[in-house]
């Protein structure tokens, strides 16, 4: 049995550190694939590396998904958070990425497409979505609309419809403020559960975790609530910050799955994974610790698993 052990790091097939830093997933054919940061090389770009999992605790290095190369790819730029969608009229992966100088100025979004999950993605280039910075990334898909979620420090947490193809960024949907009001969130992602939208984000405090917040509305154009807290009150979000959000679709229940980073500065390829299970519903989420836990991807179903000594009694929550 493969567990999810939050704060340790994965390891691929031939035993080295998984490396899916600001990771993406998206669940394909019985598969989920996903995309990282790959930091061995530290802050700055080296490539996207691409996984494949049948659990999300298993994972298997399916090859670099984008490589450094020039321009916006060249070694020593930053290329973040790779977020993927399957355009659904084309059937092509079409791959989002924070682009960036290495000082942060740059703050644009890039896009890339692929035929195949694992890629090669073919770069597209990047823009300043209607011309105003954009820094951490999210995607969100409801049929044929796909949407951008961009943080932009002058203005807030930009929620924005993509163009038909969705290779560029159309319109702008709704922008929301941090509840302290100097900026919006980071690092935002977005699930529509129970016929409401929820919206994750981190305040913008680097490497550094704090806590994270949510909030709710009933339409992608607001009204959206007052920001909230998922995970306890000084936890800094169990120390990590959030990237994404899986959302299982089971047989026997629709479950949501956490995905966070505990970065460390001074190793950024060792940072490990913080993945749990988070609920959603009547409006409110709520993350949920444990040491050692699964989903089944059939079911649906999460599974609480005692220390290894202890492995004999399972419990199921
Ligand atoms: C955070 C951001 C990370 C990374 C980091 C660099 O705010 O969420 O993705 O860019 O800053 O300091």
Known sequence: MTVIEPGRLFRDQDGRPVQLHGAGVLFIDGRFWAWGEDKRSGGTFSAIACYSSPDLAGWRYEGDALSAGTGDLAPGRVVERPKVLRHPASGRYVMYLHIDSADYADARVGFAVGDHPAGPYEYRGSV??????????????????????????????????????????????????????????????????????????????????????YATAPALAGPWSPWRLFAPEGSATYDSQISAI??????????????????????????????LPLHIGGGRARLEWHDRWSVDPRTGSITSHHAPHRAHQEEST
């Open 246 to 275: 899986v959302t299982v679709h089971g047989t026997e229940r629709t479950s949501h799955v956490y995905l966070g980073d505990r970065w460390l500065p001074d190793r950024l390829a060792d940072s490990p994974p913080v993945w």
């Open 128 to 213: 300043r979505p209607l011309g105003r910075l954009s820094r951490d990334i999210g995607v969100h898909a409801e049929g044929d609309a796909g949407y951008l979620l961009s943080e932009d420090r002058d203005h807030g947490l930009h929620l924005y419809r993509l163009t038909d193809d969705w290779l560029g960024v159309d319109s702008l949907v709704s922008t929301t403020l941090a509840d302290h009001g100097r900026h919006g969130y980071e690092s935002p992602a977005l699930v529509h559960a129970g016929g409401l939208y929820y919206l994750f984000g981190s305040d913008l405090t680097g490497w550094a975790t704090n806590d994270n917040r």
